[in-house]
């Protein structure tokens, strides 16, 4: 599988209740990148990893996410106690050089995102 | 906080009409970006423009980026039903998306 991968690609679940989400991205991508994506709206930017580099977090809505990065491997995004208004589509993506100032040297490849309900 | 403006938020054509979406913000971007997202699906890098006033053509599609580098045009000739899907712009610094237009082509 050449592309960016996701799992679950559904999750429903009941408010209050913590989730994981899981990225893996394209072999040898330096860059990571998760955003929310809200029914019928555009990509709302969430967290970025660049190598061994601290994240760059100042897009996460509130405390109760969070997310990791193993090296330059799987990353996975956590939301914990879940609340209604977080039910959307979870999209991550990576790119070969990273650097959000870089955007024309900056192809991201999505994966088909996780779509997560919360009841 | 520096937003992207695409408008119009929803278009609905026949097959064969030309079409133009916008993307528009007051800031200034140093480059911007057009992505192509089908339902079920994650988004698809189209086209980057960096330089002001720049036009890049992709078979029907024309993008064009403001002299001033603060909107930005995607124009389709001749729309087909395939070219359905949400069409997103984004612009760096900071790295931020529009909310989209979400583009039907009827046959």
């Known amino acids: 599988g050449a592309g960016v991968s996701q799992s679950p690609s559904n999750k429903v679940t009941e408010k209050g209740k913590d989730v994981e989400l899981r990225c893996d991205p394209i072999?040898?991508?330096?860059?990571l990148y998760w955003y929310r994506q809200r029914l019928g709206q555009g990509l709302e930017f969430l967290i970025y990893?660049?190598?061994?580099?601290?994240?760059?977090k100042s897009g996460l809505p509130s405390d109760r996410f969070s997310a990791e990065r193993t090296g330059e491997s799987v990353s996975t995004l956590t939301i914990q106690r879940t609340q209604q208004e977080d039910s959307a589509v979870y999209l991550c993506?990576?790119?070969?050089?990273?650097?959000?100032?870089?955007?024309?040297?900056?192809?991201?490849?999505f994966g088909p995102g996780t779509r997560l309900t919360v009841l | 906080t520096q937003l992207l403006e695409q408008s119009p938020q929803f278009l609905s054509i026949q097959e064969g009409e030309n079409l133009t979406v916008y993307c528009n913000s007051s800031?200034?971007?140093?480059?911007l970006q057009w992505y192509r997202q089908e339902p079920g699906e994650g988004p698809v890098l189209l086209v980057t423009?960096?330089?002001?006033?720049e036009v890049k053509k992709l078979k029907r599609l024309t993008f064009q980026f403001g002299d001033a580098r603060k909107d930005s045009s995607l124009h389709i000739t001749a729309a087909q039903p395939g070219d359905t899907g949400l069409y997103l712009c984004?612009?760096?610094?900071?790295?931020?998306f529009g909310k989209g237009t979400r583009l039907s082509v009827i046959a």
């Open positions: 800031s200034v971007f140093s480059s």
């Open positions: 984004a612009g760096v610094p900071p790295l931020v």
């Open positions: 990893f660049q190598g061994n580099s601290a994240p760059d």
């Open positions: 423009v960096v330089t002001g006033g």
């Open positions: 993506a990576s790119s070969p050089l990273g650097g959000t100032l870089i955007l024309s040297k900056n192809e991201q490849f």
């Open positions: 072999s040898g991508h330096t860059a």
